[in-house]
Structure formats: C-alpha cells, structure tokens
C-alpha cells in the first residue's frame, strides 16, 4: 500500500472516526467520584503523608541522617541548640501507619551532655518525647484542615 493511499479522504476520514470512538470511550457520561485528598488516608508515599510533612517540618531544626517515606523513618543528626552548646539531641521519628492517628507517629529522642571534655550519654524526660509527638500531630491535622478548605 502506497503512503498516498492512506493519507488519502476515505482512509483519513475513518481513523479519525476509530480515534473518535476509542477516545470517546474514555470519557464516561457517568460522573467519576472524586478523589478526597483530605481523607485520613493519604498514602501516595508508603505512610500517611500529614503525618510525614508534619513530622519532616517538626525535625527540621536537626540535619537529616536518613528521611525514607516508604519506610516511614526519620533519623536526625546529632543537634546542639546555640544557646546551650553543651548538651545535644537527636530524634527518631517512626510513622507506623498510613491513617492519621494518634498512634500512628512514635518519636525516640537520645540526649547527651558534655562532661571532660566528651559526650556522655543523659536521660530525656518523657515529656519532651511526648510534646514532639503532639506537635507532629497538631501539623498533621493542619495540613489535613488546609487539603480539606483548598
């Protein structure tokens, strides 16, 4: 077959009604639910994603050492706040689940406080854990609050 012949009136004419009728098929006259981007369960990413950009924005005052969404871990390194040089944190934040619910961040924090000159190791208060997990949560509701308003 000649190249003539498919670009040719009656060829041309019944591909574009074949493309017509394939693209049609595409698009339903039936209405398509929408997605609702601020459902508790937002997972694109492995772990809900509130709780992950919550918990990223939380942490963010620590260089990074591993963030892996699909895993839903992030470890900071070690952090010396300015104005205490001696003392330093480090914190692990672990997203157990694709919901957003209180029992789906756990944060573990290590303290340590210099003495002779080296690092040694300090015990963190239970509170300190458990207002970093409430201050992810707080985000991630307000990441939710903002998908659900826009």
Do not use: H
Request: net charge positive.
């Amino acid at each position: 077959m000649r190249l003539s012949a498919l670009t040719s009136g009656p060829f041309r004419a019944a591909a574009a009604l074949a493309i017509v009728a394939v693209l049609g098929g595409c698009a339903s006259k039936e209405k398509r639910p929408k997605a609702d981007l601020a459902a508790a369960k937002v997972n694109t990413i492995g772990v809900n994603s509130y709780l992950w950009r919550a918990a990223l924005e939380t942490v963010s005052f620590a260089p990074l050492l591993q963030a892996d969404s699909n895993g839903g871990v992030i470890v900071t390194d070690w952090y010396a706040n300015p104005a205490n040089p001696g003392e330093r944190v480090k914190v692990t934040v672990s997203i157990l689940d694709t919901d957003l619910r209180a029992d789906a961040v756990r944060v573990a924090a290590s303290r340590q406080v210099t003495q002779g000159g080296s690092w040694v190791d300090a015990p963190v208060q239970a509170a300190t854990v458990q207002k970093l997990e409430d201050i992810i949560l707080t985000k991630a509701r307000e990441l939710r609050r903002q998908a659900v308003a826009g």
